[in-house]
């Protein structure tokens, strides 16, 4: 660990910081429909939009109706998606002949990027035309992205309205969200990365011919927009098979901070959201100051045990940290930084590869989504998960002030612990049952590249990835298989819906509820006392479930490692 | 009933019935009410199960086994024991209660002797458990009133020691405030006309033993919600322990159903779970030693999330009554004099203001109190025309009474007094200077919170007494600790708005309600409603009853009305309406031990999980072996005193249960700052000690 290292983490945090404040003042007004500063821009363009659609811009709807409409638009998106991949061969813009995408990859891909998972099976280059890449996978990272969002501003009015029985219109909130949000952050991105050298051409690829004589074709295409919209939507997705690792997806170092800057920026301003729709900013650092601990927490852990490197290799001589499977120009910081920040945010974009991790370092961002991608988390998604750990949190420890419990003046009663405890349930079984399936059945077992702990965690890592909608793998397992296809598209569905409307289940009896007055009885929900409850609730409950799980993986594997054992046979 | 049972908490009578009760709530179809605890009987049946078919077929490990199954049923048992010594206290109020239930007989009048001012010999003797609602019957000295009803003639003394435990015998009559009369109390004196207002079986005591005996019980919202969480957090476990085998499998090794089983039974939320209902049973028993019955659980609950709590001014805030405190007296006249005849005045007055007046005549000036007889004086008494009495005596007459009312007296009848033998003369009319000095000095009382009293004699303004609301002692500082709670005080009173501002800030309220109508006092319950608060108030009146029922915690007095009774969710056998802050405190305390103990049980798991972990995995994983942080001695040992510490600390905490984890009021932030540390940090930190010390014990008796 240098000091360098922590200037570069301590850089990160304030460049974030610095953005919360004003990116959530004006994400505040674009949800609340108040005027922004591109609003002559893009007001007529939105009311276009919704002349064209049919939408009632003022028809606000019901949990249901609101759930239902992004049910429903989902899986018109999913369709559309499934079609253009598996009809690629015949569709235009496909100047490197790619083949239609077999039936369960093709599954497996859409469910991913409708999902905001962006799991990859295949490897873009080889796989994709341009059209899948702009047409399907590009306008897919929008739209998951922008349907995250405008679920969590919907939960956000549950909180702040009181005695009404809607939610707002999923339709406006998705439109502000894509066209006031990620569509002008994106351009000026796009451009951005352009500038740092990443390559923007619908021309084919390109044949060079090497120093020794050899040829070799470059694959290019439209990277830098994808990469814009795959950090700041948390997609993750990546244009080319090594993802954030390739020189053309990642020029620079300066493109590396930007990179990990914009994987949190929404999210973290989310918070910013949620304290001023609530008419309390407190109330989002708090939430942000809980999700920071978590962080550096991580962080902290894993950059140490990155930069101790292997007690294994140290044994034989050689000294320093553990550079194996990251890109020497990012280094051990970078590398570590960027891979807490990825699977704490549920983007999944990897500069380096986490299977070649120490087990510790390997061992965090496995946690980060085992705890349900709500450190900061996927743009919408990440604050609308932690809010139900608040509702949790809220509801064991708020009873011991001797009232029932209650969060921003509204109760917290049978419906809400039921939505709440549904969408924690959902992820051990999806991480935990599907893991438990393929650590015993054949065609699970065919998957994991390394015998032991190391192969339990592979598989481990690729549930907890799919569930939690982060997407990125941790190499090493052989996942573009009929069984792994289909049974992470089924992680990644679950994983996402039954969060998600529950968490809208939750808007909607809460926006039926009164609000009642704070008085000396409650307890603030500001203060570290509230910060440090929360990130003991999220441990406990979210965190201890996998612990036989990290006990069988790579605490194990650490264990042996410190001890001179390694797991080479068997499995 | 209730004084004499304060009884400790663990009374040695109750444990036998209580061991008894453990074993019958075995039954399946009683567990099922209990979700955590069904889950663990019927792995225990699972694991018995299994367990016979080992000792038949021969398998390893059976004492070590046999072990964990036994602890796994102490886990049930011990939680049904929490519960059944929580009913046991309860069943013996029910017990003494249902003792007063013995048959009675009813005089039942029919046809023109049901009438108030029919015939009373013509009454037929029948059974009580004949009444209907709507009979009326004739209950006289010596009798038991044989069912709930109201008086509809006639005034008795009544001694409702059974229901209350308070001796002292209470007066019962018809009409107004104190016409509601409970069946198996008994007529002491004088003879009643009784409507019966409640049909066989239904009475107010039946309700009293279903409720005390917690056969009435229903969960409450909030346990259920609480319930919800905790089978939630038992399917979590579900997943996490029904994995176990699969990763053991890839990891080349197998664990024994029995070790599972006591991983998940130590990981779900057992320690909660096995004494949920036994809290709130305490808490409606703890009400109930309190001598107020709570009609709900719910009631219970919403007492400790009351935001506004409405307190009549007379007998709550303030004595009942008002004192005299000073005598001022107009210009020209002495404070001696008018003492002198506001005494005179009031030396009949059998009302407290008027002793009051006596009192302080006497502790003031000196003057003693003097034989009405010996000055040949007549009394002259309160009438709602002349709002004023007196006395005349020697052909001097007296008048004490409103201010407005004995001015009025004055201007409008001035008095033919006679001077001498023969002359007769007519008194001046009222001088206005006189009447002017004393509206003022009347308005300054008034806005001192008193109340003037003004006196004259013989057509002459002598001057005020004051008489003054005293403020109970303490009062302000318990609706100080209230506000520190969070609750908003707003004290009602029939005064003027001038009084009623004087005396809310003498005693402390936050706001007051002057001049208070029923109806103004129902549209305040609703205002507060409508912005998110819950409301507490008490009453006694019929008039009161809307206004109770709105209530979300709506106490009536014991002594009140049918109605109000009818209309309250709980109601106070003492009829203290201050109670309500108790009624609040054990409400919280309900909230608070339930919160305490679900924060300890699931703070818990931290010390199982590395307990049980390296122990599970420690066959084929030797590296593991460093989580066991506790230095365990052996997988056997650390797994059964994993189990065996699970089990005990329900036994443990069923006094903390059954009494409750104190309330103060700190405000909300220091008191979950203080649960959390305690409860929260002491339910991760006391297990590892626990689990450590119960395995040295372990090895030591050579059990694993």
């Known amino acids: 660990m240098t000091l360098i290292g922590w200037i570069q983490i301590a850089l990160f945090c304030a460049v974030v910081l610095a953005l919360v404040k004003p990116l959530g003042l004006y994400m505040t007004r674009v949800f609340t429909g108040e005027r922004t500063i591109l609003s002559p821009v893009l007001r007529p363009v939105e009311r276009g939009l919704y002349r064209l659609a049919g939408i009632d811009e003022g028809q606000e709807q019901h949990w249901l109706a609101y759930a239902g409409a992004m049910v429903v638009f989902h899986v018109a998106g999913f369709l559309v998606l499934y079609g253009i991949l598996r009809l690629q061969a015949v569709l235009p813009l496909n100047p490197a002949d790619q083949a239609a995408v077999a039936p369960d990859l093709a599954f497996n891909t859409s469910t991913s990027f409708v999902t905001n998972t962006n799991w990859q099976s295949y490897g873009g280059e080889s796989t994709l035309s341009y059209l899948s890449q702009m047409l399907g996978l590009t306008h897919q990272n929008f739209l998951s992205a922008a349907s995250g969002m405008a679920a969590a501003v919907a939960l956000v009015r549950g909180f702040s309205r009181a005695s009404t029985r809607t939610l707002g219109s999923f339709w406006v909130d998705m439109t502000r969200a894509a066209l006031y949000v990620l569509l002008p952050l994106c351009m000026v991105l796009t451009l951005f990365y352009v500038w740092q050298g990443m390559p923007q051409t619908l021309g084919a690829y390109v044949d060079a011919t090497t120093l020794e004589g050899g040829k070799q074709t470059i694959a290019l295409g439209p990277v830098a927009s994808q990469v814009a919209i795959k950090m700041l939507g948390t997609n993750g997705g990546g244009f080319f098979n090594a993802n954030a690792a390739h020189p053309f997806e990642n020029p620079t170092a300066l493109a590396n901070f930007v990179q990990m800057v914009t994987i949190f920026a929404i999210g973290a301003a989310f918070t910013n959201v949620f304290g001023r729709m609530v008419g309390d900013e407190r109330q989002g650092w708090a939430i942000l100051a809980a999700m920071a601990v978590l962080f550096l927490a991580g962080v902290v852990v894993t950059y140490w045990a990155e930069a101790a490197g292997t007690p294994l290799l140290h044994a034989l001589g050689l000294q320093g940290g553990n550079l194996e499977g990251k890109e020497v120009r990012f280094g051990i910081v970078a590398s570590a930084l960027f891979a807490v920040i990825t699977t704490a945010a549920s983007c999944g974009a990897v500069n380096a590869m986490h299977d070649s991790f120490t087990a510790l370092g390997g061992m965090i961002p496995l946690v980060n989504m085992q705890l349900g991608e709500i450190i900061v988390g996927g743009v919408g998604a990440g604050l609308y998960g932690m809010l139900i750990f608040v509702v949790v949190a809220i509801f064991v420890a708020g009873l011991m002030v001797g009232r029932t419990p209650e969060y921003l003046g509204k109760k917290i009663e049978a419906k809400e612990v039921k939505m709440a405890m549904l969408g924690i349930l959902c992820l051990p079984l999806m991480m935990l049952g599907f893991t438990a399936l393929a650590a015993v059945l054949p065609a699970g077992l065919a998957g994991p590249a390394n015998a032991g702990p190391h192969g339990f965690s592979e598989i481990l890592y690729a549930y907890t990835s799919a569930a939690a909608n982060n997407g990125s793998a941790f190499a090493g397992l052989s996942a573009n298989t009929l069984f792994y296809n289909t049974t992470l598209a089924v992680a990644m569905l679950v994983g996402r819906f039954f969060v998600k409307i529950p968490a809208l289940a939750i808007a909607g009896s809460l926006a039926a509820k009164k609000t009642v007055p704070a008085s000396a009885g409650t307890f603030p929900t500001h203060g570290g006392l509230f910060v440090g409850l929360l990130v003991g609730v999220i441990v406990i409950i979210g965190g201890l479930t996998f612990f036989p799980a990290l006990a069988l993986g790579p605490i194990v594997e650490h264990l042996a490692g410190l001890a001179g054992q390694t797991f080479a046979t068997g499995g | ?704």
């Open chain 2, 1 to 704: 009933m209730a004084h004499a049972s304060q009884k400790s908490l663990l009374n040695a009578a109750l444990i036998g019935p209580a061991l008894l009760g453990a074993v019958t709530k075995l039954d399946p179809r009683q567990m099922v009410k209990n979700p955590v605890m069904f889950v663990v009987e019927v792995v225990a049946a699972f694991t018995t199960l299994l367990f016979v078919r080992d000792l038949v077929t021969g398998g390893q490990d059976l004492a070590f086994t046999g072990q964990i199954i036994l602890w796994l049923w102490f886990t049930v048992l011990f939680a049904n024991v929490a519960e059944a010594v929580a009913e046991g206290r309860g069943k013996a109020q029910a017990d003494s209660l249902r003792r007063t239930r013995t048959e009675t007989t009813a005089k039942l009048l029919t046809g023109a002797a049901a009438a108030p001012g029919g015939p009373r010999d013509a009454h037929r003797v029948v059974p009580g458990t004949d009444l209907k609602v709507g009979d009326v019957v004739l209950v006289e000295a010596g009798d038991l009133i044989p069912s709930d009803g109201e008086v509809i003639e006639g005034v008795a003394s009544v001694n409702e020691a059974a229901i209350t435990g308070e001796s002292a015998p209470v007066i019962r009559e018809s009409g107004g405030d104190r016409s509601a009369v409970t069946g198996g109390t008994q007529v002491l004196s004088d003879w009643i006309r009784v409507r019966i207002t409640a049909a066989a079986g239904s009475t107010f005591v039946d309700r009293m033993i279903a409720l005390v005996e917690g056969a009435a019980r229903q969960k409450t919202p909030n346990e259920v919600a609480l319930n919800i969480l905790l089978s939630g957090l038992t399917i979590v476990f579900v997943f996490a322990v029904g994995s176990i085998p699969s990763f053991a499998a890839y990891a080349g090794g197998a664990i024994p159903m029995t070790v599972l089983v006591a991983l998940f039974v130590t990981l779900i939320p057992t320690t909660i779970g096995a004494l949920l209902s036994a809290i709130g049973i305490a808490g409606m028993d703890r009400l109930v030693r309190f001598n107020v019955l709570a009609m709900s659980g719910r009631a219970v609950e919403a007492a400790g999330d009351v935001d506004t709590l409405l307190l009549d001014k007379t007998g709550t805030i303030t004595l009942g009554n008002r004192q005299a405190t000073e005598f001022r007296p107009v210009r020209g006249v002495t404070a001696q004099d008018l003492a002198d005849a506001a005494q005179l005045a009031s030396l009949a007055d059998e009302t407290p203001e008027g002793r009051s007046i006596v009192v302080l005549a006497k502790e003031s000036y000196g003057i003693r109190a003097r034989d009405m007889a010996g000055l040949n004086a007549t009394f002259v008494p309160f009438t709602a025309q002349s709002r004023m009495s007196g006395v005349d005596l020697d052909g001097s007459s007296i008048r004490k009474g409103a201010v407005e009312a004995v001015i009025a007296s004055l201007e409008a009848a001035p008095a033919l007094v006679s001077v001498g033998a023969t002359a007769r003369v007519l008194q001046p009319r009222l001088d206005g200077a006189a009447a002017q000095e004393i509206r003022a000095i009347a308005e300054e009382i008034a806005k001192a919170g008193g109340t003037p009293l003004a006196v004259a004699r013989d057509g002459k303004l002598l001057g005020i007494v004051s008489l003054k609301d005293i403020v109970k002692g303490g009062i302000r500082e318990r609706f100080a600790e209230l506000r520190r709670m969070g609750i908003r005080t707003v004290m009602i009173t029939g005064d003027n708005p001038m009084t009623a501002a004087a005396i809310a800030a003498e005693a402390g309220v936050d706001d007051f309600l002057a001049q208070a109508t029923p109806e103004d006092k129902l549209a305040l319950i609703r205002k507060e409603q409508a912005q998110g608060k819950l409301v507490a108030m008490c009453g006694d009146g019929t008039n009161d009853a809307p206004a109770l029922a709105q209530a979300d915690v709506g106490v009536a007095m014991n002594t009140g009305t049918v109605a109000a009774r009818e209309a309250g969710n709980m109601v106070d056998l003492d009829s203290d309406p201050t109670k309500l802050i108790e009624i609040v405190e054990i409400g919280k305390q309900l909230l608070m031990t339930r919160g305490a103990l679900t924060t300890f049980s699931i703070a818990n798991d931290v010390a199982k999980y590395f307990a049980i972990i390296p122990a599970m995995f420690l066959a084929f994983y030797p590296q593991l072996q460093t989580l066991n942080v506790m230095g365990l001695a052996s997988p056997q040992s650390a797994i059964l005193s994993a189990i065996i510490f699970n089990a005990l600390i329900i036994v443990a905490l069923i006094p903390l249960a059954l009494k409750g984890v104190r309330y103060r009021a700190v405000g909300a932030a220091a008191l979950l700052r203080r649960n959390l540390l305690v409860y929260g940090l002491g339910g991760i930190l006391v297990p590892f000690a626990g689990i450590k010390l119960i395995d040295l014990a372990v090895i030591a008796l050579h059990l694993a």
